[in-house]
T-cell receptor, first 114, second 114 residues
């Protein structure tokens, strides 16, 4: 158990819909990362927040957005969903931004868009 | 920009045999290197990381990896595998500029047979 929790574990929805994925980092970790794992794209970095502020952005679509709240939990919002958005979405956390800190991954949210 | 190549998508091996999972990276700047393992239906767990210093890095579960700068490689090895090592293994890099994001390879599926 990494200490990072993600809800829900599974999500099935239809094209065009909007969903919210939630992540609670390890106690004391200030940095949260979101990654997408799909069969065709592999594991891709989406976005990072540090202490409530966006710190780095990867290949995140404009239809996707995220935020980190004062209690440090984070939410990833996916809207106008397409079939290709079906993937496993991971959240990871680390204590501080420097890359020497290990990123601890949650169990993921499996999203299926029908 | 950095990239990671994992040359083998699948590696079958018998229990108690040695194994090497290959990873090559491309980067115009110095990088940190990581190996993560993903067991079925679980998140990613850090096996080991190279930041600086000794090029031979020892990790958890008896795994080790050697950083070779001239060959831009970071191959993962284990002298004797167990059935429980069956999993997906991901090599990843991040640059030293502090962008924090991990860039992953496509993964190698290690299948250990009795």
């Amino acid at each position: 158990d990494s200490g990072v929790t993600q809800t829900p574990k599974h999500l099935i929805t239809a094209t065009g819909q909007r969903v919210t994925l939630r992540c609670s980092p390890r106690s004391g970790d200030l940095s949260v990362y979101w990654y997408q794992q799909s069969l065709d794209q592999g594991l891709q970095f989406l976005i990072q927040y540090y202490n409530g502020e966006e710190r780095a952005k990867g290949n995140i679509l404009e239809r996707f957005s995220a935020q980190q709240f004062p209690d440090l939990h984070s939410e990833l919002n996916l809207s106008s969903l397409e079939l290709g958005d079906s993937a496993l979405y991971f959240c990871a956390s680390s204590a501080t931004p420097p890359t020497t800190e290990t990123q601890y991954f949650g169990p993921g949210t499996r999203l299926l868009v029908l | 920009a950095q990239s990671v190549t994992q040359l083998d998508s699948q590696v079958p091996v018998f229990e108690e045999a040695p194994v090497e999972l290959r990873c090559n990276y491309s980067s115009s700047v110095s990088v940190y290197l990581f190996w993560y393992v993903q067991y079925p239906n679980q998140g990613l767990q850090l096996l080991l990381k190279y930041l600086s210093g000794s090029t031979l890095v020892k990790g958890i579960n008896g795994f080790e990896a050697e950083f070779n700068k001239s060959q831009t490689s970071f191959h993962l090895r284990k002298p004797s595998v167990h059935i429980s090592d069956t999993a997906e293994y991901f090599c990843a890099v991040s640059d030293l500029k502090g962008t924090d994001k991990l860039i992953f390879g496509t993964g190698t599926r290690l299948q250990v047979f009795p």
